[in-house]
């Protein structure tokens, strides 16, 4: 567990439930919210059930009452799904979204049908942890908002931030409305979270994809994602920074459909 005594509470979230057919759950990444789903996987409701929810301090669910970890993250997942009646899913997660589906996957192993691990890390550099100690800072002194145009640049490539088209305005609207202390939390279990001893426990079938132009740790890490989870394949996505499946979705739905077919 994290600084909690006990599991974040799976009732205090909603899980949004769209389409039909096998259980795909999305997990969203940091500062924004379930909404980043349907510009990602817009048309795969019609081959899947998708469910999606918002983490702790983001979206429409609330500030926890104290500090937590990505185990605890991954609990309150168990929680949710058990709530829901669904007993096995394919897990997909972004960033943030990727280090829970990572805990939850090596965790809970009976309840992963298939793994999809997409810009994330099993643990932050330590200039990175120290970056997110700065970035949490900031956030509670100046608002998510003064963030933006850092992460931006961080997310996509500056082509794609110049066309401006719906995914940035949405990754732009939704930060901003962020809450400060909701962001910095997670920051907080970003920078703590190591995952790595977790990597060789899980036996899910393992998709691992990253954008080509990521900063260089992600690249890394999608890497050694790929070495260290058995039989795991490993995609690519261009152009594309990282937010990858934002900047090029009809890729990523192509890829995705091969692994999950």
């Known amino acids: 567990m994290g600084a909690n005594a006990t599991p974040l509470d799976a009732r205090s979230v909603t899980l949004h439930r769209t389409g039909s057919g096998p259980p795909l759950v999305l997990l969203h990444c940091l500062g924004v919210d379930h909404l980043l789903w349907p510009i990602a996987l817009g048309g795969m409701e019609r081959e899947r ?9 983001h979206g429409a669910s609330p500030l926890p009452g104290k500090a937590y970890g990505i185990a605890d993250l991954s609990a309150q997942l168990a929680g949710v799904l058990e709530r829901a009646g669904i007993a096995r899913a394919a897990v997909a997660g972004i960033s943030l979204g ?3 589906a990572q805990h939850f996957a090596a965790s809970f192993a ?13 643990r932050y550099t330590d200039a990175l942890r120290k970056m997110w100690a700065v970035r949490a800072a900031q956030a509670r002194q100046d608002g998510v908002k003064s963030l933006i145009p850092g992460l931006l640049d961080i997310w996509f490539t500056s082509s794609f931030v110049a066309q401006n088209p719906p995914a940035v ?4 609207d939704t930060l901003e409305k962020c809450s400060s202390e909701g962001y910095a939390q997670a920051c907080e279990a970003l920078a703590a979270a190591d995952l790595r001893p977790l ?15 990521d900063i260089p740790s992600f690249l890394d890490a999608a890497r050694w994602l790929n070495a260290n989870i058995a039989g795991s394949k490993l995609a690519w996505l261009a152009p594309a920074r990282h937010a990858s499946i934002l900047e090029q979705p009809d890729a990523f739905r192509r890829t995705l459909r091969d692994f999950l077919a």
């Open 49 to 57: 059930t998708l469910l999606a929810y918002d983490f702790p301090g």
């Open 98 to 100: 990727g280090l829970v």
């Open 110 to 122: 009976a309840r992963v049908d298939r793994l999809i691990l997409i810009d994330t890390t099993p």
């Open 169 to 172: 305005r949405y990754v732009r």
């Open 199 to 213: 990597a060789a426990k899980i036996a899910a079938p393992t998709l691992v994809v990253c954008g080509e132009q």
